[in-house]
T-cell receptor, first 113, second 111 residues
Framework: GENVEQHPSTLSVQEGDSAVIKCTYSDSASNYFPWYKQELGKRPQLIIDIRSNVGEKKDQRIAVTLNKTAKHFSLHITETQPEDSAVYFC????????????FGTGTRLLVSP | GAGVSQSPSNKVTEKGKDVELRCDPISGHTALYWYRQSLGQGLEFLIY????????KSGLPSDRFSAERTGGSVSTLTIQRTQQEDSAVYLC?????????FGPGTRLTVL
């Protein structure tokens, strides 16, 4: 069935270090992969997304890579700052039957000063 | 423009009572999702509406949960005979193509 796995569940880094969060998906027909950031007490908000026709996309300190063959994609945050501390969710747009966005289980990122 | 709105923002109810949660999606968005998020947990998918198609109800945890979407716009999530384990934040999201826009959520507390 539809499934998105996300690792790690928690990640602690020092300010200035890089952070990497990885996701795998089950539907080979998936063609859209967004990442959402949820700060404490707030709603999830889109921070970056990638479509299946590209392998990498960057936006300042964040980047996403996609490996369609292996069905996995990753979020990379460089030069982390305390304000990057949040829960990050990956998602994949499933194209079997309904075109439905399926979320991973989330990664709690803690950036220590 | 206006984003996704939800009401009420907070709801406290007694065990066994019914509650209705409302979601107003962004105008023109054909897809609408409901999620449940317990404290410190992930997004638990509940139900998905896409245009005039029959909804995907595969995430509803029990028959006490139901949802409607009238006229392809406003949606109501109903929980009957609430239990303490229903306490959570209920999030609604809408989309037109791919990106989902989330509402602020309704925090439900069942005493």
């Amino acid at each position: 069935g539809e499934n998105v796995e996300q690792h790690p569940s928690t990640l602690s880094v020092q300010e200035g270090d890089s952070a990497v969060i990885k996701c795998t998906y089950s539907d080979s027909a998936s063609n859209y992969f967004p990442w959402y950031k949820q700060e404490l007490g707030k709603r999830p908000q889109l921070i970056i997304d990638i479509r299946s026709n590209v392998g990498e996309k960057k936006d300042q300190r964040i980047a996403v890579t996609l490996n369609k063959t292996a069905k996995h994609f990753s979020l990379h945050i460089t030069e982390t700052q305390p304000e990057d501390s949040a829960v990050y969710f990956c998602a994949a747009l499933m194209n079997t039957g309904f075109q439905k966005l399926v979320f991973g289980t989330g990664t709690r990122l803690l950036v220590s000063p | 423009g206006a984003g996704v709105s939800q009401s009420p923002s907070n709801k406290v109810t007694e065990k066994g009572k019914d509650v209705e949660l409302r979601c107003d999606p962004i105008s023109g968005h054909t897809a609408l999702y409901w999620y449940r998020q317990s404290l410190g947990q992930g997004l638990e998918f509940l139900i998905y509406f896409q245009g005039n198609s029959a909804p995907d109800k595969s995430g509803l945890p029990s028959d006490r949960f139901s949802a409607e979407r009238t006229g392809g716009s406003v949606s109501t999530l109903t929980i009957q005979r609430t239990q303490q384990e229903d306490s959570a934040v209920y999030l609604c999201a809408s989309s037109q193509y791919n990106e989902q826009f989330f509402g602020p959520g309704t925090r439900l507390t069942v005493l």
